[in-house]
T-cell receptor, first 114, second 116 residues
Framework: DAMVIQNPRYQVTQFGKPVTLSCSQT?????MYWYQQKSSQAPKLLFH???????NEADTPDNFQSRRPNTSFCFLDIRSPGLGDAAMYLC?????????????FGPGTRLTVL | AQTVTQSQPEMSVQEAETVTLSCTYD???????LFWYKQPPSRQMILVIR??????QNATENRFSVNFQKAAKSFSLKISDSQLGDAAMYFC?????????????FGEGTQLTVNP
């Protein structure tokens, strides 16, 4: 089945130690998103790619970076994780970034910062 | 900026009963899209139902239907014949149809419990 896959599902890192989360999709969608979701809160969009065009949300900390080497893969790099970065990170895809386009979500990576 | 409000942090329903989740939004736009997403525990978020603002007819997907009141800026979700698998966090979301490349704006979510 076509899907959005996130690895790992659980990631533990130490304060200040760089960490990379990965997302892959078999849907061949143009748009890939990264969201941060803290406990019992709504997902917060960090950035998205439309093909190779990178779009950063204005309030996304500089500590967060992303790479999309090809259509299928997208990575979230957290350069120096702080305790406040502990959260669920959701990857999503869609065919376009407009209108009634459905977003397809991965299962998320839960990040713990020690 | 648009805002989405879900005034019920938690709701519960008995299996086989009907429950309605509330959502209101604030916008000055006339062209937009509304969504309900479901996030089960430890599973990925999935789209439940969507509504185009230009359509007067309320969207329906099997046991799920919406009551879209454009003038009141209200978009409630009705779940009929509730099942144990409906237990999840439900998010209402808004997307502009007037701004190119607009993002989803989510509400804070409603945690639905289904009691056997």
């Amino acid at each position: 089945d076509a899907m959005v896959i996130q690895n790992p599902r659980y990631q533990v890192t130490q304060f200040g130690k760089p960490v990379t989360l990965s997302c892959s999709q078999t849907l061949n969608h143009n748009v890939m998103y990264w969201y941060q979701q803290k406990s019992s809160q709504a997902p917060k969009l960090l950035f998205h790619y439309y093909d190779k065009d990178f779009n950063n949300e204005a309030d996304t900390p500089d500590n967060f970076q992303s790479r999309r080497p090809n259509t299928s893969f997208c990575f979230l790099d957290i350069r120096s994780p702080g305790l406040g970065d502990a959260a669920m990170y959701l990857c999503a895809t869609s065919t376009g970034f407009f209108g009634a386009n459905e977003q397809f979500f991965g299962p998320g990576t839960r990040l713990t910062v020690l | 900026a648009q805002t989405v409000t879900q005034s019920q942090p938690e709701m519960s329903v008995q299996e086989a009963e009907t429950v309605t989740l509330s959502c209101t939004y604030d916008t000055s736009e006339s062209d937009y899209y509304l969504f309900w997403y479901k996030q089960p525990p430890s599973r990925q978020m999935i789209l439940v139902i969507r509504q185009e603002a230009y359509k007067q007819q309320n969207a329906t997907e099997n046991r799920f239907s919406v009551n879209f009141q454009k003038a009141a800026k209200s978009f409630s979700l009705k779940i009929s014949d509730s099942q144990l698998g409906d237990a999840a966090m439900y998010f209402c979301a808004y997307r502009s149809g007037e701004t190119s490349g607009s993002r989803l704006t989510f509400g804070e979510g409603t945690q639905l419990t289904v009691n056997p």
